[in-house]
Every structure is written in structure tokens, then in C-alpha cells.
């Protein structure tokens, strides 16, 4: 089960000063007005995963990159966030 705000999302790995790599969580939010916030996800993602697998950060986008075969196009959302990096959370 998704979460009600989001529409489709993808997780990738971004630098991160001391981790080298943290998840970043990429998401199309279902209305503009009311995107999610990262706790809600977060708070929603604890009964499946540790909390140190959750995403450090989270961007909102209009849509995904698709592969021809209709699939996230994760390599296209790197090069896109290649620049991008997390805070050090200590």
C-alpha cells in the first residue's frame, strides 16, 4: 500500500559527506497543493524497513523518467541528481 499524497516515487543513492551514499526519495506527489512530507513517508516506510534505511531528503518532481519498456528510468533520475547532495546528519 502507497501513501495517499504520492502518485509514483523512486529511491536513489546521492552523495553524502560522511556516508558517501544515503538514499535520496524522488517523488511525484498526487496534487501540487499538497505534496507529502518526508515524516509522513518516513513514519509509513518504519514498519517495513530500519531507520537507517530510510531516505535522508526528499524531492518532489512532475513526473518519472521511463525506460521503453515503461519502467523507472533510475539511471536518468542519477545523472538528474548528480549534483545533488545530502546534508551530513551527524
Not at 495517499?4 to 544515503?22: D, N, Q
Not at 518519472?64 to 539511471?75: D, R
Request: charged letters at 25%; hydrophobic letters at 40%; one cysteine or more.
Amino acid at each position: 500500500m502507497g501513501h495517499p499524497k504520492v502518485a509514483s516515487c523512486a529511491v536513489i543513492a546521492v552523495s553524502h559527506p560522511k556516508w558517501e551514499e544515503r538514499p535520496l526519495l524522488v517523488v511525484v506527489p498526487r496534487q501540487t497543493d499538497d505534496p507529502p512530507v518526508l515524516e509522513e513517508i518516513h513514519e509509513m516506510m518504519l514498519e517495513h524497513l530500519a531507520k537507517w534505511q530510510l531516505p535522508d531528503a526528499m524531492e518532489c518532481v512532475e513526473d518519472l523518467p521511463l525506460t521503453a519498456t515503461g519502467k523507472v528510468s533510475k539511471l536518468t533520475l542519477r545523472k538528474r541528481f548528480a549534483d545533488y547532495v545530502l546534508p551530513d546528519a551527524g
